[in-house]
C-alpha cells in the first residue's frame, strides 16, 4: 500500500435541516471540503449512507451525488455498513488510493433522517440489526444496546450515574463545535432525571439523530506539499473487523470483539500501542458503548471504562480525550455521516483548529466507527507526518 | 497495482426461493465458491446488493453474512449502485487485494426479491431512478427504458421486431444453463406478442427478476499456481464510470457515456481492443440496453446495435457473443447479484465449462453491470494467463 493523506475536509451542521434535499446536503460538505483543499477535481466519490433506500426513497448515492456535484464520468460508488458507513466508505477510498488505481478520492459520509416520523425512524434504525432473530422479536435498537447496559452494571456493580461523565464531556465539547446539534451544558443530576427511554438507556444516554454530512479527500501522500499553516496529515493506520451481527450470538456481549480486532489492527499498522493516541473519537451512540469502546481498545481494564470518566481522563487534558467536538451524543448522530464526522473531527485536531477544546500538541488522533451493536468497526488512526 | 486472479467461483440458480432465506441464499453461492476454490478463509467479505433494507428489512450485509458463513473477525462491508451493485463490490475486491491490503476477498452479489408482491418490488426498484425528478414525476423503471426505446426506433428507424435477436439468444442460450431462471426457447412470433409493459417494451424485452447470488474469490496472481486441468484467470482490466442519474438530464439519451467511459479504462488497461473481446456478458436488462451496450463499448456504429442481432454476430460463434450463459433477460436479473453472475459466467467461458454454449477458444472476455439507466456502469476484463 503506498501512503495517503487526507488533504481537505468539509462537513454541515448536524441539525433538522428542512430546508435541504439530501443531494444539497451532501453537496454542501462536499464542496466544503474541495475549497479547502484547493481541488475542483477528484477521480473517485465514496458514499457512506445507511438509510437513503428507506428515508429517502433513493438508491444509488454514488451516481446520484456525483451528478449533483458535476463529477459526471467518475467512478463513484456506495458503501453501506449500517452506522460504520461512513469510515467504511472512507476506508473503500483509502484502498483505491493506495492500490495506485486512482489519484484522489472524495469520501462523504451523509444521512437525512429528519424527513420522517420518530416510529419509521426506529424501524430503520433496526435494520442494523438481525432482522430474523433480533428485530422479529420485537426488539428495537436501543432495547438491545438497553439489555447490553443492564447486564454490564450487573456484572461490574457500576450505578446509572457513573455514566454521567461521558455525556456530561460530550456536550461540554459540543458547546465549542458550531457544527454540532446540541449546544447545552449538562449536570449529572439532569442525567439522572432524564426521561427513559429504554431501561437503563435515558435521554441523555443516547445519542440523537439528524441531517448532516461530513467529507475528506484523500490522496497519495508523496503529492502533497506542505500547505502554509498547515500540517501535512497521513493515514497511519486502519483496520476493519467484524462480529455477530445478533448480540445474543457472542460468547461475551460485554465485549467488542471487532473493536479490539480492528483497532490492532489499525495500532500494528500505525506502530503506535494506545498510550501514543493524543486524542480518540469513539462511537459513543449510548453511554455504554463509550464504556465497551475504551476497554476494546486498550485505554481501560475490562469493566474499568466508566471509571475514566470518574476521574476526568476523557476530557480535553486528561489521558485519553474522547468526544472532543462533542461525540455522538452532542454532535448529534446522523448515522451514515457519522464516521466521516470523526474523521473530519480528528483532523480538525491535528491541524489546531479546536479553540477550546484544542489537545496540547496532538499528533495522533484515532477514530472508531461502529456499526449495529458492534458487529462492524472500522478504526482509523491519522498522524501528522 | 499488483495484478489479481479469481480463484474460485460459485452461484444458486435464479428462482422463486421460497425455501431459502437471504442468508442461506447467499451463503450458498459463498460456499459454492470456497469449495470451487478450495479455500476455507478469506481475508474480507465483500457484499453487492441493492434492495434488502426494503425488501427484507436487513441493513449491514457485511457483517451479516460474514456471521453467517463463519467469517467472524475479518472485514465485511456492503457495496451499492442499483444494479450495478455485483461488481461495484467486486471492484472493491479487486482494490482490497491489489493494494496489497489483504490478501484474499471473497465477494457475492446477492438479492433476495421474490417474498415481495410486484407493486413492492417496482416501487424498490425505481430508487435506483432519481426520487425527485423522475420517480416523484410517476415514471417507473421500466418507463424510463421505454422513452429511451421509443426514441431510439423513431432515431434509426428500427422496428420493434428487430430486437427479438437479442432476447432469442439470451433465451436459446440459457437452455443450457442449470442457473438460469428461464428455460425456453422463444421465436420472433412469440416476441413480437408479448404481452406489452410499457410501449414499446412488453414481456419478451425484460429481464425477469429473481432470487439469486454468485461469489468469486480474489487472490493476488503471483500467489496462483496453475491447477490441473485448468487455466490461471486473471484481472486484465478494470472501469468505472458514472452518467447523470436521470436520463432527462443528459446531452444524448441514447448514448450510455459511462458504459463507454469504462469499457475505454478497461481496454487500456488490458491492453486491449473490442476486436479482441473473445465473449461480452452485457447488461441486457431490456433489449433497448443491449443494442446501447453494443454501441458504446465499440461493437457496433452508433444507431446500429441491432444489426448484430440480426446478422447473427452475437450468436455463440458470431463475432460478438453476448450472454452466452442467458443474459439478465433468460438467466435473471436479481439485481444486486447480477455484476456477480456475469463474472462467474465469463469465467465459465474462459475455463471451457459452457459446453453447448462454450465460446472456442475463449481467452478474454468482458463483463459489463450497469445501475439504473446507464448512471453507474463497471466493465470488467478477465483473461486466461
Same mark, same amino acid.
Given at each position: 500500500m503506498r501512503q495517503v493523506a487526507i488533504l481537505g475536509i468539509g462537513q454541515?451542521?448536524? *441539525?433538522?435541516?428542512?430546508?435541504?434535499?439530501?443531494?444539497?446536503?451532501?453537496?454542501?460538505?462536499?464542496? *466544503? &471540503?474541495?475549497? *479547502?483543499?484547493?481541488m475542483n477535481k477528484m477521480e473517485a466519490l465514496f458514499v457512506g449512507n445507511m438509510l437513503s433506500p428507506l428515508i429517502d426513497g433513493q438508491n444509488q448515492l454514488g451516481a446520484f451525488f456525483s451528478d449533483w456535484i458535476g463529477f459526471w464520468g467518475h467512478e463513484a460508488v456506495k458503501v453501506e455498513a449500517a452506522c460504520g458507513s461512513g469510515a467504511a466508505a472512507f476506508r473503500a477510498g483509502v484502498m483505491a488510493v493506495a492500490s495506485g488505481e486512482i489519484e484522489s478520492a472524495l469520501v462523504v459520509g451523509v444521512e437525512k433522517m429528519t424527513d420522517k416520523a420518530g416510529h419509521d425512524i426506529t424501524a430503520a434504525l433496526a435494520t442494523a440489526a438481525d432482522a430474523d432473530y433480533e428485530v422479529d422479536q420485537?426488539?428495537? @435498537?436501543?432495547?438491545?444496546?438497553?439489555?447490553?447496559?443492564?447486564?454490564?452494571? %450487573?456484572?461490574?456493580?457500576?450505578? +446509572?450515574?457513573?455514566?454521567?461523565?461521558?455525556?456530561?464531556? &460530550?456536550?461540554?465539547?459540543?458547546? +465549542?463545535? $458550531? +457544527?454540532?446539534?446540541? %449546544?447545552?451544558?449538562?449536570?449529572?443530576?439532569?442525567?439522572?432525571?432524564?426521561?427513559?427511554? &429504554?431501561?437503563?438507556?435515558?435521554?441523555?444516554?443516547?445519542? $440523537?439523530?439528524? *441531517?448532516?454530512?461530513?467529507?475528506?479527500?484523500i490522496v497519495p501522500a508523496e503529492k502533497v506539499t506542505s500547505v502554509p499553516g498547515r500540517p501535512r496529515i497521513v493515514l497511519a493506520g486502519s483496520g476493519s473487523a467484524t462480529d455477530t451481527?445478533?448480540? %445474543?450470538?457472542?460468547?461475551? $456481549?460485554? @465485549?467488542?470483539?471487532?473493536?479490539?480486532?480492528?483497532?490492532?489492527? &489499525?495500532?500494528?499498522?500505525?506502530?503506535?500501542?494506545?498510550?501514543?493516541?493524543?486524542? @480518540?473519537?469513539? %462511537?459513543?451512540? @449510548?453511554?455504554?458503548?463509550?464504556?465497551?469502546?475504551?476497554e476494546a481498545c486498550g485505554f481501560a481494564e475490562r469493566g474499568q471504562g466508566p471509571r475514566l470518566g470518574l476521574d476526568n481522563e476523557i476530557r480535553p487534558g486528561g489521558r485519553v480525550p474522547v468526544c472532543t467536538r462533542g461525540g455522538l451524543k452532542a454532535r448529534g448522530h446522523p448515522v451514515g455521516a457519522t464516521g466521516m464526522y470523526q474523521i473530519v473531527e480528528v483532523i480538525q485536531q491535528l491541524r489546531g483548529e479546536c479553540a477550546e477544546t484544542q489537545i496540547q500538541d496532538a499528533k495522533i488522533g484515532m477514530a472508531q466507527n461502529i456499526g449495529g451493536s458492534g458487529a462492524t468497526v472500522l478504526t482509523h488512526i491519522l498522524k501528522v507526518g
Open positions: 454541515t451542521k448536524v *441539525d433538522e435541516h428542512w430546508d435541504k434535499s439530501l443531494r444539497e446536503l451532501g453537496g454542501e460538505a462536499c464542496f *466544503d &471540503a474541495m475549497q *479547502d483543499a484547493a420485537g426488539v428495537s @435498537f436501543v432495547g438491545i444496546n438497553a439489555l447490553v447496559m443492564r447486564r454490564y452494571m %450487573h456484572e461490574y456493580g457500576w450505578k +446509572h450515574a457513573d455514566f454521567a461523565p461521558f455525556s456530561i464531556n &460530550a456536550h461540554a465539547n459540543a458547546m +465549542h463545535n $458550531p +457544527h454540532a446539534r446540541l %449546544h447545552m451544558e449538562i449536570t449529572t443530576q439532569q442525567f439522572e432525571k432524564s426521561n427513559m427511554v &429504554a431501561t437503563p438507556i435515558n435521554l441523555l444516554d443516547a445519542s $440523537p439523530i439528524g *441531517d448532516g454530512a461530513a467529507a475528506a479527500i451481527i445478533a448480540v %445474543h450470538s457472542r460468547k461475551d $456481549p460485554l @465485549f467488542l470483539s471487532a473493536a479490539y480486532a480492528s483497532a490492532k489492527r &489499525a495500532y500494528e499498522m500505525a506502530g503506535v500501542t494506545p498510550q501514543e493516541i493524543d486524542l @480518540f473519537e469513539l %462511537h459513543d451512540a @449510548f453511554s455504554i458503548m463509550t464504556a465497551l469502546s475504551l
